[in-house]
């Protein structure tokens, strides 16, 4: 689940901080649609698993909604990974 946070928020970066530029102010399409792609099914994944880890963890649907609107904020699933999901890793060992 983290590696999916930090690799569906690198393609969100991506998709809004390279690629968009790159469509709109220099109309160089390619990167744009490849990109979008990714991020898109990136962050199917990302909510689907979401809610199965949600459900594993015991957690309510408050917390859900909370990676769900993670999800679609710039940096918001880095926040998700360091408040929620790092801890379980540290309380593992």
């Known amino acids: 689940m983290r590696a999916l ?3 569906e928020g690198i393609s969100y970066l991506l998709l809004f901080g390279f690629s968009m530029p790159l469509k709109y102010w ?3 399409r390619e990167p744009n649609i ?3 792609y990714v991020h898109g099914g990136l962050f199917i994944a ?3 698993l979401a809610f199965v880890f949600c459900r594993q963890q015991g957690w309510g649907m408050k917390r859900n909604l909370k990676f769900f609107l993670a999800s ?3 940096y918001g699933t880095f ?3 360091k408040k ?4 379980l890793v540290s309380e593992k060992k």
């Open 84 to 87: 929620y999901l790092a801890p």
């Open 46 to 48: 990302f909510i689907i």
């Open 5 to 7: 946070a930090i690799v």
């Open 72 to 74: 679609l904020l710039p």
């Open 34 to 36: 490849y990109i979008g």
């Open 79 to 81: 926040y998700m990974d």
């Open 26 to 28: 220099a109309n160089i």
